[in-house]
T-cell receptor
Framework: DADVTQTPRNRITKTGKRIMLECSQT?????MYWYRQDPGLGLRLIYY???????NKGEISDGYSVSRQAQAKFSLSLESAIPNQTALYFC?????????????FGPGTRLTVL | DAKTTQPTSMDCAEGRAANLPCNHS???????VYWYRQIHSQGPQYIIH???NNETNEMASLIITEDRKSSTLILPHATLRDTAVYYC???????????FGAGTTVTVRA
C-alpha cells in the first residue's frame, strides 16, 4: 500500500551495528505497528503505538527500540544488531473505530545482519 | 480469538472464480472475520472483513454462513497476480492484535 512507506527496502549490516528502520504513513491513522517475519513463519509483533505518547512492547521487543516522532512516523531501531535479527520487517497502521481496527501494511524492509 | 482452519493449498484457473473456505466454529458474537493475503515477501494486504452479513468490495466477496461457523472468500475472476497466501483471521473487531496462521497458498494457473 503506497500510503505506508518504509525505508530502506533492503539493508545489509554487520553484527554490533546500530541501525534504524523508518516508517511513514499518509493515511492519518493514530495506530502504528512494527512486525518481523522469519522465513516460513508468521508475523510477530515487536512494538505498537496507539498515538504519539503511547508506545507498547509487543511479543518480541528485546533488542529493539522505537520512536514515534509524529503521528505519521514510527521508527524501529536495533541498538546492536545480531544475526538472528535477520528478517523481513513490516510496518503497519490501523484505522481504529468503535467496532473495527483494520491494519494496512507497508512493503517491508529486508534486513540482513552478517 | 477464535481459531480458524483453512486448506493448506489450492489451485485455480486464471479467469475463473476462486472460492477459499475457512472454518471458525468457535467464533464469538463480537468477533469479525478478516481476510488478508501476502504475495511473496510483500507486506500483507487487507482484502475484506465482515461480522455476519455478506460483504463485497472491489477485490472480493465474503460469504458468512448464518451460524457464522464458516465463511468463504470469493475472488470473482482470478488472475496470475492473485497467487498468494491467503489468511482467514477471526478477531474482536477493534482489538489491536492480528495473528496470522498458516493460511492457504493459492496458485492461479494460466
Amino acid at each position: 500500500d503506497a500510503d505506508v512507506t518504509q525505508t530502506p527496502r533492503n539493508r545489509i549490516t554487520k553484527t554490533g551495528k546500530r541501525i534504524m528502520l523508518e516508517c511513514s504513513q499518509t493515511k492519518g491513522h493514530d495506530r502504528m505497528y512494527w512486525y518481523r517475519q522469519d522465513p516460513g513463519l508468521g508475523l510477530r509483533l515487536i512494538y505498537y503505538s496507539f498515538d504519539v505518547k503511547d508506545i507498547n512492547k509487543g511479543e518480541i521487543s528485546d533488542g529493539y527500540s522505537v520512536s514515534r516522532q509524529a503521528q505519521a512516523k514510527f521508527s524501529l531501531s536495533l541498538e546492536s544488531a545480531i544475526p538472528n535479527q535477520t528478517a523481513l520487517y513490516f510496518c503497519a497502521t490501523s484505522d481504529f473505530g468503535p467496532s473495527t481496527d483494520t491494519q494496512y501494511f507497508g512493503p517491508g524492509t529486508r534486513l540482513t545482519v552478517l | 480469538d477464535a481459531k480458524t482452519t483453512q486448506p493448506t493449498s489450492m489451485d485455480c484457473a486464471e479467469g475463473r472464480a476462486a472460492n477459499l473456505p475457512c472454518n471458525h466454529s468457535t467464533i464469538s458474537g463480537n468477533e469479525y472475520v478478516y481476510w488478508y493475503r501476502q504475495i511473496h515477501s510483500q507486506g500483507p494486504q487487507y482484502i475484506i472483513h465482515g461480522l455476519k452479513n455478506n460483504e463485497t468490495n472491489e477485490m472480493a466477496s465474503l460469504i458468512i454462513t448464518e451460524d457464522r461457523k464458516s465463511s468463504t472468500l470469493i475472488l470473482p475472476h482470478a488472475t496470475l497476480r492473485d497467487t498468494a497466501v491467503y489468511y482467514c483471521i477471526v478477531r474482536v473487531g477493534n482489538d489491536y492484535k492480528l495473528s496470522f496462521g498458516a493460511g492457504t497458498t493459492v496458485t492461479v494457473r494460466a
